[in-house]
């Protein structure tokens, strides 16, 4: 066992999957963590939910493990980051009405459809800095008032993923403008609850929790203490949304840097001082501090892709001894096709896509089969999809945020060299691998050791925590072929697109 710091600060990440915590040594190079699942549930198509208990479980376990191994008296402070997007109804006496609806669950397609139609979507959009779409709690709302009027009567507040998890950590119920920021309730130039917003999604102000900044510190409350084995009072920083602190922990932080984080879903965004006066539609405007915003977008289908493609396509393939899974031998397929997939053109939206076209009922294609092409190539053209449709986003941000630079990747998928390659390629800047792991944590480790008055700012906390040894990542070195290929596919997407839009509608009439 290493030598253990004196003082540690916790990076408390809730995701769709797991919680994790990482504990950051702050007077010596030093990191420990640790994870707890949960399970993601689709009781109906549609619908992707999860058991709010089971996650703040999830949550309180995890710290529990790492102060077994740091003791409480080394932890500093608390900082908090979570997924965006979901919403829980609680009832007077602050327990779940109803499950945890994560950014997945699409039953909101018609409610964000009927917005977009009349024209109220575009002004929401310039409001709020949050796309209209089944992801945001403001649809949810509005389908839970047309749907469910009898659950809207039993619940006394509407909270976010993160306030659920804040509510038993500090008994307090609250919130703070970063997540709050993604719920499409928020005015992003005030920092407060939008009546306009909130009419469209048929809620009241005094329904939602009260809006503080993502510094603001509330202490660690006693039966947290006792579940968890820190110190009651213990600092707790309400932290910000994983997708922001993403950036802040991988270090796409300054003027033209992209930070990419591909995972399961994937988003690029970059880091302003100030937000825009109008956004381009394809954009979304976060906030990640009190004084700076992101501005970037997100794709539904990231590495999801894989897990799809090796269901549909790949049966006979199973795990091999020696941990070879499926995933990977989906992927040595894929890597057997050359760039471009021989022609062959996937819209990989499987699930509600997001940018750039915020449209959850766009239908995923394939484009150009023909017989040469077999599985792989269907799994190639999957990743190349997904790589485009990120790269599609940059451009927006390059045109109307600031030139892109350069950029810094992170994510589960870049441990494989073909998803590497692949994305590296399609961005075609300047391209980093960034810290993978342990890079949302970070973010809200670096933001709570600001708040905590011991760094001048959040950016520059960063390297407090990091170990200086650490060799400086290295840029892809990015394949010409690759880089042709994606070039020639991109430049037709658009017109892919547009002619698409014909066909979408016809199965729309099937439908109904």
């Not at 619908?47 to 003791?71: I, K, N, R, S």
């Not at 979901?86 to 459809?113: E, F, M, N, Y």
């Amino acid at each position: 066992m290493p030598e253990l710091p004196r003082e540690v600060v916790l990076g408390l990440d809730v995701g769709t999957t797991a919680a994790k915590v990482v504990a950051f040594g702050v007077d010596l190079p030093w990191r420990w963590s640790t994870e707890r699942e949960y399970p993601l549930h689709e009781p109906e198509p549609g619908h992707q939910v999860q058991d709010p208990e089971q996650v703040v479980a999830a949550a309180l376990g995890a710290l529990a493990d790492v102060v077994a191994t740091t003791g409480s008296d080394a932890v500093i402070g608390i900082s908090l980051s979570s997924a965006m997007h979901g919403l829980i109804g609680l009832d007077a006496a602050r327990r779940p009405v109803t499950p945890l609806l994560t950014w997945a669950d699409a039953r909101s397609s018609t409610q964000a459809a009927r917005l977009r139609a009349d024209g109220t979507a575009r002004r929401l959009h310039d409001l709020t800095g949050t796309p209209v779409h089944p992801m945001t709690p403001l649809t949810k709302l509005a389908w839970f008032a047309e749907n469910e009027p009898a659950t809207c009567e039993r619940v006394r507040w509407w909270v976010g993923l993160k306030d659920f998890v804040l509510l038993h950590l500090t008994g307090e119920l609250l919130t703070e403008q970063s997540s709050a920021s993604g719920t499409g309730l928020l005015d992003r130039t005030a920092r407060t609850w939008a009546p306009d917003a909130l009419a469209v999604a048929g809620v009241e102000a005094d329904r939602l929790p009260p809006v503080l900044p993502p510094s603001a510190v509330r202490p660690l409350a006693v039966s947290a203490a006792q579940v968890t084995g820190l110190r009651s009072g213990t600092p707790v920083v309400l932290g910000g949304a994983d997708g922001p602190l993403g950036n802040l922990g991988t270090g796409a932080t300054d003027p033209g840097v992209l930070g990419l984080s591909l995972g399961t879903s994937g988003a690029v965004r970059m880091v302003v001082d100030a937000p825009p006066e109008r956004l381009d539609p394809a954009l979304f405007c976060y906030t990640l501090t009190e004084s700076t915003w992101v501005v970037g977008g997100a794709v539904s289908t990231g590495g999801a892709v894989v897990r799809w493609a090796g269901r549909a396509l790949t049966p006979d393939l199973h795990e091999q001894p020696g941990g070879h899974g499926v995933d990977e031998q989906v992927l040595d397929l894929a890597a057997s096709v050359p760039p471009g997939s021989d022609g062959l053109v996937m819209l990989p939206y499987v699930l509600a896509e997001r940018a750039p076209l915020w449209d959850p009922d766009v239908p995923g294609a394939l484009l150009g089969l023909a017989r040469r092409h077999g599985r792989a190539h269907v799994l190639r053209a999957g990743l190349e999809g997904v790589a485009l449709q990120l790269s599609l986003i940059a451009e927006r941000i390059d045109r109307a945020v600031a030139p892109v630079t350069s950029v810094r990747a992170t994510g589960g998928v870049f441990r494989s060299e073909l998803w590497t390659q692949v994305v590296a390629a399609a961005l075609d800047r300047p391209f980093v691998l960034a810290e993978a792991e342990e890079g949302t944590a970070l973010g809200a480790a670096a933001l709570g050791l600001a708040a905590l008055g011991r760094a001048a700012s959040p950016v520059a906390a960063v390297p407090l925590l990091r170990d200086s040894d650490e060799p400086e990542p290295v840029e892809v070195r990015r394949d010409p072929e690759l880089v042709a290929a994606a070039a020639a596919t991109r430049a037709r997407l658009p017109r892919l697109l547009e002619a698409l839009a014909p066909v979408h509608d016809l199965l729309a009439d099937g439908d109904a």
